[in-house]
């Protein structure tokens, strides 16, 4: 089975400092990672993902993810936090082999303040 | 949300009345699913189609129908028999690896 764990139900952040949204996984096999993000009543925007290869993923609007397979994390960060970063976060996995569904953690609402 | 549309954007229903929420994808993407969003839950699958005419159960099934008659359309049917219908319901197809998401369909039951 898989199962993502996002800790955190909310983080709060100054502007322009560095956020990490937190995320650990569970998965048989290899995983296949990724980082959404949902503003107001609206769907997910794809982020970034992870495969294979360099353990520190780039995505889009500077944003950042470290995969770490010992600790089974794959921690969103940003070194420089804006006010329009502020949303809904998620972590999903899949196994890497097969044509499963993403499996997504509950979410984790990232608040910057000016 | 790019090249995935549901319609209507907002849905009001009296209980007791099925009510069917509208996907259509022109990305060529042979998987959909449907999810349910609920404060503090965050994403839960409802079904899921590999490809056309098949589809599968997903952890939340009950009280929901769907059909995949037509690639690019994967319409989901709240059912009476769904317990606590109203939720913000997010359909998706997967490309590339990659799943795209539509912008979502909020049904209000009362």
């Known amino acids: 089975a898989q199962s993502v764990a996002q800790p955190e139900d909310q983080v709060n952040v100054a502007e322009g400092n560095p956020l990490t949204v937190k995320c650990t996984y569970s998965?048989?096999?290899?995983?296949?990672l990724f980082w959404y993000v949902q503003y107001p009543n609206r769907g997910l925007q794809f982020l970034l993902k992870?495969?294979?290869?360099?353990?520190l993923v780039k995505g889009s609007y500077g944003f950042e993810a470290e995969f770490n397979k010992s600790q089974t994390s794959f921690h969103l960060k940003k070194p420089s936090a804006l006010v329009s970063d502020s949303a809904l976060y998620f972590c999903a996995v899949r196994r890497l082999s097969g044509n499963t569904p993403l499996v997504f953690g509950k979410g984790t609402r990232l608040s910057v303040i000016a | 949300d790019g090249g995935i549309t549901q319609s209507p954007k907002y849905l009001f229903r009296k209980e007791g009345q099925n009510v069917t929420l509208s996907c259509e994808q022109n990305?060529?993407?042979?998987?959909m699913y449907w999810y349910r969003q609920d404060p503090g839950q965050g994403l839960r699958l409802i079904y899921y189609s590999q490809i056309v005419n098949d589809f599968q159960k997903g952890d939340i099934a009950e009280g929901y129908s769907v059909s995949r008659e037509k690639k690019e359309s994967f319409p989901l049917t709240v059912t009476s028999a769904q317990k606590n219908p109203t939720a913000f319901y997010l359909c998706?197809?997967?490309?590339?690896?990659?799943?795209?998401f539509g912008p979502g369909t909020r049904l209000t039951v009362t």
């Open positions: 998706a197809s997967k490309g590339g690896g990659e799943q795209y």
């Open positions: 990305l060529n993407h042979d998987a």
């Open positions: 992870y495969i294979t290869g360099d353990n």
């Open positions: 998965v048989s096999g290899n995983p296949y």
